[in-house]
């Protein structure tokens, strides 16, 4: 079991396309590309605090400023994926300064272009309606969101410099998923 009751297996309830998603490796855009085009939807950037959850998994202290970056990645123009993405404030303007001039590229550019870069295992779980992450994820479904949502999360680290990416899983894309046969 990770901090903040995530886990590195999928729960056992969750779907074959939930635990696939949940586990695959590389670029989340790169795959989601795979289904259609995807746009990047910026829904905040900001200095904040870590969620209380987040701060030890990256081994700072609950009041460590932190730029938050959230943003939407669409397919189609329909939102699949709700993203939170946090870097210690005083790495944001150093080791991780590009992710203040991403506007509206995806992290994986940053991510997955240098090979410097190493993730920690992914880890996911069900996020409730107590949780920011579900406040986020509530925002981008066009019908009444739903109890729960399906969520991972992992650390990317670059010269000893954290970067905690959180993905937020939404309804449409499992409902494009059981449509689509080949995917």
Known sequence: MAPGNWRIRP?????????????????????LRALGTVTVDVTRETVSQPWRDESSALNITPRTPVWTREVVL????????????????NVSSGVWQAIRRLRTRPLAELLYSDSSVWRSPLTSRKVTARDPLYRLAATQTHHEAPPTFVARRSVFVRKSAPLM?????????????ERCEEC
């Open 74 to 89: 669409n397919v189609e123009g329909v939102p699949f994926v709700a993203a939170h993405s946090i870097v210690p404030l």
């Open 11 to 31: 729960l056992p309830t969750f779907t074959v396309d939930q635990k696939d998603w949940l586990t695959r490796g590389g670029s989340l855009t790169a795959h």
């Open 165 to 177: 990416v959180t993905e937020c899983f939404l309804p449409a894309l499992w409902a494009f998923l």
